[in-house]
């Protein structure tokens, strides 16, 4: 009798953790570049009623449920314009390098970037795009152009200049980076390391100027999946009130 309330109280933890996720997931729902998160679950371990042999399997009875990992879904998000020539959207796999306060490499699909006081462009959190591209002031206005293999020109008087070359990161697992905040991952053993290249390249996404990209969060499937956490959450607290009941009943009994 004990083992059920153990054992719904693992399913109400669980089940709160998971409706945390799904609050953080519609949280992002506008937020730049963000990608849905899924916590998954495993059971945990059992334990052996009776004998188990060859001839007869013993009676096996769980004792619930614990987070496992939370999947990170990577599928492309809606690509918004903007009409700002600095930003920046990936279509396709691919991330951006940005470099963070300590020094660390950060990968990001947040490409709302502006050049800062000194025309280095930068995303909304202050991180620097790797490689650096600075955009000088007597560049004629408008006249910037990311192109989709990621060349970035503009003119500076008469003349067309090359301002840099952008590469893009992809990685043999996406799901295995670390999420850090900021809409920046940094990357894992889980993840392998970064392979650069062109825009366009073995795969790779290409550039759109004047474009961010949108979070991929649907609020449809968040509402249903927030609705099925709630309905296992109920049901697992009514297990709890059922077996007190029962507790109550046997502790009643008279000889």
């Given at each position: 009798?004990?083992?059920?309330?153990y054992?719904?109280?693992?399913?109400?933890?669980?089940?709160?953790?998971?409706?945390?996720?799904?609050?953080?997931?519609?949280?992002?729902?506008?937020?730049?570049?963000?990608?849905?998160?899924?916590?998954?679950?495993?059971?945990?371990?059992?334990?052996?009623?009776?004998?188990r042999?060859a001839?007869?399997?013993?009676?096996?009875?769980?004792?619930?449920?614990?987070?496992?990992?939370?999947?990170?879904?990577?599928?492309?998000?809606?690509?918004?314009?903007t009409?700002?020539?600095?930003?920046?959207?990936?279509?396709?796999?691919?991330?951006?390098?940005?470099?963070?306060?300590?020094?660390?490499?950060?990968?990001?699909?947040?490409?709302?970037?502006?050049?800062?006081?000194?025309?280095?462009?930068?995303?909304?959190?202050?991180?620097?795009?790797?490689?650096?591209?600075?955009?000088?002031?007597?560049v004629?206005?408008?006249?910037?152009?990311?192109?989709?293999?990621?060349?970035?020109t503009?003119?500076?008087?008469?003349?067309?200049?090359?301002?840099?070359?952008l590469?893009?990161?992809?990685?043999?697992?996406s799901?295995?980076?670390?999420?850090?905040?900021?809409?920046?991952?940094?990357?894992?053993?889980?993840?392998?390391?970064?392979?650069?290249?062109?825009?366009?390249?073995?795969?790779?996404?290409?550039?759109?100027?004047?474009?961010?990209?949108?979070?991929?969060?649907?609020?449809?499937?968040?509402?249903?999946?927030?609705?099925?956490?709630?309905?296992?959450?109920?049901?697992?607290?009514?297990?709890?009130?059922?077996?007190?009941?029962?507790?109550?009943?046997?502790?009643?009994?008279?000889?």
């Open positions: 009798m004990m083992n059920a309330l054992s719904a109280a693992t399913g109400m933890s669980a089940q709160q953790m998971g409706m945390d996720v799904i609050a953080n997931n519609l949280a992002n729902v506008n937020t730049t570049g963000y990608k849905a998160s899924r916590l998954t679950f495993e059971d945990l371990l059992y334990t052996e009623l009776g004998d042999n001839a007869r399997q013993g009676s096996q009875v769980g004792m619930g449920v614990a987070p496992g990992r939370t999947d990170r879904n990577f599928t492309q998000g809606d690509i918004r314009e009409g700002i020539g600095t930003n920046i959207a990936i279509e396709g796999d691919g991330f951006f390098q940005v470099t963070m306060p300590d020094g660390t490499i950060g990968y990001t699909r947040d490409g709302s970037f502006a050049p800062d006081a000194n025309g280095q462009l930068v995303n909304a959190s202050g991180y620097r795009l790797e490689p650096g591209v600075v955009i000088p002031q007597d004629v206005g408008g006249s910037l152009s990311i192109a989709a293999n990621g060349r970035i503009g003119k500076i008087g008469n003349e067309t200049v090359t301002l840099g070359q590469d893009i990161a992809t990685f043999a697992n799901a295995g980076l670390e999420a850090v905040g900021n809409n920046t991952f940094l990357a894992t053993i889980n993840s392998g390391p970064p392979a650069l290249e062109e825009p366009g390249i073995q795969g790779r996404g290409v550039l759109r100027q004047g474009h961010v990209e949108g979070s991929n969060v649907s609020v449809m499937t968040e509402m249903i999946d927030m609705i099925t956490a709630q309905r296992a959450f109920e049901s697992v607290s009514k297990v709890i009130s059922t077996s007190d009941e029962m507790l109550g009943m046997a502790n009643a009994l008279r000889r």
